[in-house]
């Protein structure tokens, strides 16, 4: 072996191993997974506050139709 040959081969294996780590995409599925839901949690929230004063005007308003209704 020529000198120098084992350091050389050396650093190219390195290379190519942080080669791959970038382009491994394994936990970028999990990343997208929690995107989706932080974005579904946050839809729902938003939506369970309209829907809860929707709710709350219709049962008040029922319930002042039952009360006048009954006497």
Same mark, same amino acid.
């Given at each position: 072996?020529?000198?120098?040959?084992?350091?050389?081969?050396?650093?190219?294996?390195?290379?190519? +191993?942080?080669?791959?780590? !970038?382009?491994?995409?394994?936990?970028?599925?999990?990343?997208?997974? =929690?995107? #989706? @839901?932080?974005?579904?949690?946050?839809?729902?929230? +938003?939506?369970?506050?309209? !829907?809860?004063?929707?709710?709350?005007?219709?049962?008040?308003?029922? =319930?002042? #139709? @039952?009360?006048?209704?009954?006497?």
């Amino acid at each position: 072996m020529k000198p120098g040959t084992y350091h050389t081969q050396n650093v190219f294996i390195k290379l190519i +191993a942080k080669w791959h780590l !970038l382009k491994d995409e394994r936990g970028q599925d999990l990343v997208e997974y =929690g995107l #989706a @839901i932080a974005t579904v949690a946050f839809a729902m929230t +938003a939506g369970m506050t309209t !829907l809860a004063g929707v709710l709350n005007t219709t049962f008040s308003t029922m =319930g002042a #139709a @039952i009360i006048s209704a009954l006497g």
